[in-house]
């Protein structure tokens, strides 16, 4: 396993590097649009040199990226890797992977079962994917049936249940909404 250097603060801005492979750009590039030299974006993609504000704006400019993203970028590890939870909630058995801002289950459930309170949903969008039998989602002014191969994208704040009309495989994701003020 390779590891790189990392600054006193524990921000690897190798990333910079990756972001400028991927998006197809030479250092000379980035300090064209950046406005900061090729020796100091060697030297920040090595982790040799301290970033300031300033030059974070600039480089986050240049991949389309937010000042606060690039430094997320620097500051978390390339991956995370979680277990499956498994549980069961009215008439579906469950597996849960959780990740900062989305949950995905996995759940299975048999015809004529139905849950009217899915459990607590924070301030989310809900996509429910029917991966096989069929669903009928409720709303109190809306209704949809989902058979193989269709999905619902839905504000899961809204009062909803969902009835099991045929032995259903789904995928659920919760995605966490953003708020920016």
Known sequence: ?????????????????????????????????????IASLSKLERNQNLVELETLHRLARVFGLSASDLLSLAESPTAHRKTVHRYRSGPFDFEKIAFQGVDLFHATATAGGSLQHPEAHGDDYEICWVRSG?????????????GPGEALKFDAVLPHTYEILEDAELIIAHLTKTHRF
Not at 17 to 27: C, E, I, S, V, Y
């Open 134 to 146: 069929r669903v009928h989602i409720a709303f109190s002014h809306e209704q949809h049936t989902l």
């Open 1 to 37: 396993m390779a590891t790189t250097e990392t600054s006193p603060l524990s921000l690897d801005f190798s990333v910079i590097r990756d972001l400028r492979k991927q998006a197809g750009l030479t250092l000379q590039q980035v300090s064209d649009r950046s406005g900061l030299s």
